[in-house]
């Protein structure tokens, strides 16, 4: 009888973790949905070849050709700074540049991306991702 009890707990505690594990997969499998790997795969490429040349490979503003301009692209890792604003607001700036959000028109635009939100999202996302780096 008591031996019965403890399988009884033991199997409830397996289907516990069972769920709790599930759970976790589908939500990890959900935000992977949201920016598919070769969407972030060419967002990253974006970042190298375009962004990194003045913000930085890091985002922190030192690009070579960044430190030349005035006003100067900020420290993006800033955790100051990336709760100012908002992923509408990035995505703003990036695709219609600083002419868009009323800053400077040395940030520039990417129209071509207008038409690619996801990559858009993705650049955003790698962005977030600079913050504390
Ligand atoms: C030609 C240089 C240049 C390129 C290329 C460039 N930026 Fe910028 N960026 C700037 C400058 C300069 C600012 C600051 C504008 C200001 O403060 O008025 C800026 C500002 C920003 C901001 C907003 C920061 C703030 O002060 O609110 C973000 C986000 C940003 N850039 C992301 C990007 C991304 C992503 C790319 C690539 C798709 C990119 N930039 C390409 C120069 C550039």
């Given at each position: 009888m008591e031996m019965r009890n403890v399988v009884v707990v033991n199997s409830r505690v397996v289907w516990g973790l069972v769920a709790v594990m599930s759970?976790?997969?589908?939500?990890?499998?959900?935000?992977a949905e949201q920016v598919s790997e070769a969407v972030m795969k060419e967002a990253k490429e974006i970042w190298q070849t375009r962004c990194a040349t003045c913000h930085g490979t890091s985002g922190k503003g030192d690009g070579p050709a960044g430190v030349a301009l005035n006003p100067k692209p900020r420290d993006l890792t800033s955790e100051e700074w990336q709760k100012s604003v908002t992923d509408d607001y990035i995505e703003k700036i990036i695709?219609?540049?600083?002419?868009?959000?009323?800053?400077?028109?040395?940030?520039?635009?990417?129209?071509?991306?207008?038409?690619?939100?996801?990559?858009?999202?993705?650049?955003?996302?790698?962005?977030?991702?600079?913050?504390?780096k």
């Open positions: 759970l976790l997969v589908g939500l990890h499998a959900h935000a695709v219609g540049g600083g002419q868009a959000v009323g800053k400077s028109p040395l940030m520039a635009a990417n129209p071509d991306l207008a038409g690619k939100p996801e990559v858009v999202r993705g650049l955003t996302k790698l962005v977030r991702d600079l913050q504390g």
